[in-house]
């Protein structure tokens, strides 16, 4: 028996309930230790009002629906800020978050966290007079991401580097154009162009936006922007992307920009093993119904398989959707010029991928029974959170969780591609969520027709077996 990797699911995923005020409020969360999420989803359970996902890579006010295809939107009193222990809502002019007296759920996961540590390889090119170039990435003096609290070491290594010290300043062009250097949280080691040369900077909180600078030679550095929302850049694969990633939990996002030159472009999504589950959505562009949709992709599927997470249509297959080609442990693919495909040319995406963590997540498909003594599907703990589609015919996404549904049968469920509130219909979607899985108890096409497929993305609430081997109770 595999014990579980994480014994307190609540430090990266939490449901939460609450009631909307209409006014500005803190939502803390229920974990027994704080959880700052990097991922919050939320649906107002009363009325029939959006799905609504803000991220802390995008920022706060950034907001994507679940249920449509629209393009990013800003929400100024929507979700305002990320809390070590939740979140903080406005007044909701929207209508949509917080609603006076409207009951809401969200869906909580923890990303990266708030201390990256990572190295960047620089490099001295002439390119219209000598320029810095990070990790061999084709374009030089790049705007970068830095995240507040991380730790960036810019590697001077490389023989390129002698006679180039590379430093910051607020100032653009540093002491070049009449600034000067700025030194809060940077540590210099050695030579540059010698072995052990190194600048490393701890980004302060609510630092100044920096430029990087050459301390010898004008005009060879970039923008380097010190951001309070999460990720750092990363040219893996000669792609410039942003990225906040958290290894223990398996869960990334990933923002990047589309440029339509490869049927299988390749984006790091620094998991370090295979995504399970994937959703990418385009940002910006120019709205066009059928070309915007969310993508899905579940461990079970073949290259090309995909979902859209916003319709209740039935799987479909084309070569150009995820370039044709499965995620691998360091990337996931797109394909080539449409936008149908998230790789449009200047549009800019975000993704959000899992991989699958023992007693913590699980991705996968199962058969349909049709039955009230329905079909059993292992996950290896308790769930809190179940996503399930049916694969064979169009039917909506069917959401539940342990918060709105703590005893069994649960009967409470939403519709990831609908506005609708929480639905209840006994006998048709009904499950029981066990110690080690869960059982539909219902007969519904959206979650339990005999000989349909259906695939599952779960969450646990507490593993089967923790890591000492100890089994956790039943319900």
Known sequence: MAYTTIDNPELYFQAKLYTGSGANQSITLDGSEDMQPDLVWIKDRTNTNNHVLTDSVR???????????????????????FTSDGFNLGDDDDGQMNVSGNACVSWNWAGGGTAPAITYVVKVVSDSGNK?????FGTSAVTLDLQEGGTYTFDQSDSSNSGHPLRFSTTSNGTHGGGSEY??????????????AKTV????????????????????????????????????NNTQTTVSAGTTQGFSIVTYTGNANNSARAISHSLGETPGFMLTKNRTGTQVTGTDKWVVFN??????????????????NSSGYWGGTLPNSSNFFVGGTSANVHNESGINYVAYLWSE?????????????GSTDGTFVYCGFRPAYIITKCTDTARNWNIRDNKINPFNVTESFFEANGSVAEQTDPGYSS??????????????????????????????ESPFVNSKGVPNNAR
Not at 132 to 136: G, P
Not at 183 to 194: A, D, E, F, I, Y
Not at 357 to 369: D, E, L, M, R, V
């Open 201 to 236: 900077i701890t980004v302060a909180a609510s630092a100044p936006t920096l430029y990087y600078y050459c301390t010898q030679h004008s005009a060879m550095g970039g923008q380097a922007n010190t951001n309070s929302t999460f990720g750092s850049s990363n040219f893996n």
């Open 132 to 136: 810095y170039r990070f990790d061999d």
């Open 183 to 196: 030194t809060t949280g940077v540590t210099v080691t050695g030579t540059p162009g010698n072995a052990g």
């Open 59 to 81: 920022g706060v006010e950034k907001v994507l629906l679940s249920n449509a295809n629209n393009l990013e939107d800003t929400y100024t009193d929507g979700l305002v800020a």
């Open 357 to 369: 963590k023992q007693g913590f997540s699980k991705f996968g498909k199962y058969t349909g029974n």
């Open 299 to 316: 461990k079970s599927f073949v290259a090309g398989d995909y979902f859209h997470l916003d319709t209740n249509v039935a799987k479909l």
């Open 431 to 460: 499950i029981d969520i066990l110690s080690n899985g869960f059982k539909h108890r219902g007969v519904g096409g959206d979650t339990n027709v005999s000989g349909d497929d259906y695939i599952f993305f779960a969450f646990a």
